[in-house]
């Protein structure tokens, strides 16, 4: 894999480009599932009348798979291998989904929220096989360019699932109000039973096609060969001394803070864009849903874009920019009204692109055999998509807020927790490049 002839090394050697196409089908896979998702936090506040709290429970239960399985999923992976986990993330992937229809059946919230917490058990299985496998198919020196190109098919996936959320599930829900329904609860209880039982149908028909389609890739992983990565022929644990290894790295512990608030930045601005345009411009779901899709195009031509800017701009350089730009149009979507602040929401997406595969190949530069371990950490901190999104929820049941100078809806002051998210981002960007630099300096 080294520089031969003066020539760069490859991002994706040709003896594994079928493995790297078929691992990076994965990060569509599960794109597609977080973003017809994130649309369900408004459909459930709706269909089962909750409050916004209780509707983000669905991403307390989506993203609380993570923080379950990422360590077992490592250590499962560690001891046999990639593809086997990969076997294993489809396998939970597809059960969660066709567990959908129980849940629908009886028309139970927290039945929803278990199927919801299976599907994110497979998908860590995924990202913690996926990602760290990807960064292993060629030279290191491409390792961080490598994983971006394959995160970029991630949000084609989540695009699609923003697609399928608007036109089979959204605009496909019965149309009678909030608070029509609840006038329903009184007068005709019967009537309000049909309305959710067949909004519930409509919600789980996209998730049991779903769940066929993965059982199909499952089945094509188990036919398909994949070559094993250096260094897995060694199947021992090793955790107590790797664990000790890994917190003492401080490079690795701060991408773990990063990347929790990352995803928790990213599943805000992408969960709770509806609710803003509902709240502050008056927008019915599927149009407010049209601009999450606008978002996720941004996101996608971005990473693109991005990702040949890594060949000369450093990662935590890019990084530091992006997170400050990120900052910025969160305080315009706290403090601008109407659509220029829906208008910055959406320029948000164009900022985070970079910014997963970017922490996660800082992160784990380096680590050799400890990146098994040490991916489940970050895949870990994919729970900060588990524990804010409620915080976010709980400030949008509030009142408006009055700052003296002006008075912010509620909808507008939740961004403030995306703003301090931005900010620790931008930390550890200028963090990452200052020992660069300094590491070139000593060089």
Not at 98 to 104: N, Q, T, V, Y
Request: aromatic share 12%.
């Amino acid at each position: 894999m080294s520089q031969q002839n003066g020539s760069r090394p490859a991002v994706i050697p040709p003896g594994m480009l079928f493995p790297f196409i078929m691992v990076t089908t994965l990060f569509a896979l599960w794109g597609f599932a977080n973003d017809i998702t994130n649309p369900m936090v408004a459909a459930f506040k709706n269909v089962l009348l909750i409050s916004n709290f209780e509707s983000s429970l669905v991403q307390f239960a989506f993203y609380g798979g993570y923080c379950v399985m990422a360590i077992p999923a490592a250590l499962f992976i560690k001891r046999f291998s990639y593809k086997s986990g990969i076997v294993i993330g489809l396998f939970l992937y597809a059960s969660g989904c066709l567990f959908f229809i129980p849940s629908g059946h009886f028309m139970l919230f927290w039945a929803f929220l278990l199927s919801y917490f299976v599907m994110t058990c497979g998908l860590s299985f995924l990202e913690t096989s996926s990602n760290p496998y990807i960064l292993s198919m060629g030279p290191i020196e491409t390792a961080t360019r490598r994983l971006n190109f394959s995160q970029a098919f991630n949000p084609i996936g989540s695009l699609t699932g923003m697609l399928v959320a608007k036109n089979m599930i959204l605009a496909r829900l019965d149309t009678t109000t909030e608070a029509a329904r609840r006038a329903l609860q009184t007068t005709d209880p019967a009537a309000l039973l049909r309305i959710r039982a067949h909004d519930l149908n409509v919600i789980t028909g996209p998730y049991v096609i779903l769940g066929i389609v993965v059982f199909a890739v499952m089945a094509a992983f188990l036919l398909v060969k994949l070559p094993r990565s250096t260094g897995e022929e060694d199947n021992r644990l090793h955790v107590v001394s790797t664990l000790k290894r890994l917190l003492a790295n401080g490079r690795y512990i701060e991408g773990v803070i990063a990347q929790t608030f990352y995803v928790g930045a990213q599943i805000m601005c992408w969960t709770f864009i509806i609710q803003y345009a509902e709240a502050e411009l008056g927008m019915p779901k599927p149009t407010a849903q049209m601009y999450n899709m606008v978002a996720m195009g941004l996101f996608v031509s971005s990473r693109f874009i991005c990702t040949y800017l890594l060949k000369y701009f450093s990662p935590g350089g890019l990084l530091m920019s992006l997170s400050i730009g990120g900052g910025a149009l969160t305080l315009g979507t706290i403090f601008v009204r109407g659509m220029p602040g829906l208008y910055c929401l959406v320029g948000i997406s164009a900022c985070m692109s970079l910014m997963f595969p970017t922490i996660y190949g800082i992160a784990l530069r380096g680590l050799g055999e400890d990146a098994k371990l040490g991916a489940a950490g970050l895949i870990l901190a994919i729970g900060g998509g588990c524990l804010m999104p409620p915080m976010q929820g709980r400030i949008l049941d509030m009142d408006a807020f009055n700052l003296g100078v002006t008075v912010l809806s509620s909808a507008r002051a939740s961004f403030f927790l995306p703003l301090i998210c931005f900010v620790v981002i931008a930390i550890f960007g200028y963090r990452t490049l200052s020992a660069r630099a300094a590491e070139m300096h000593e060089a």
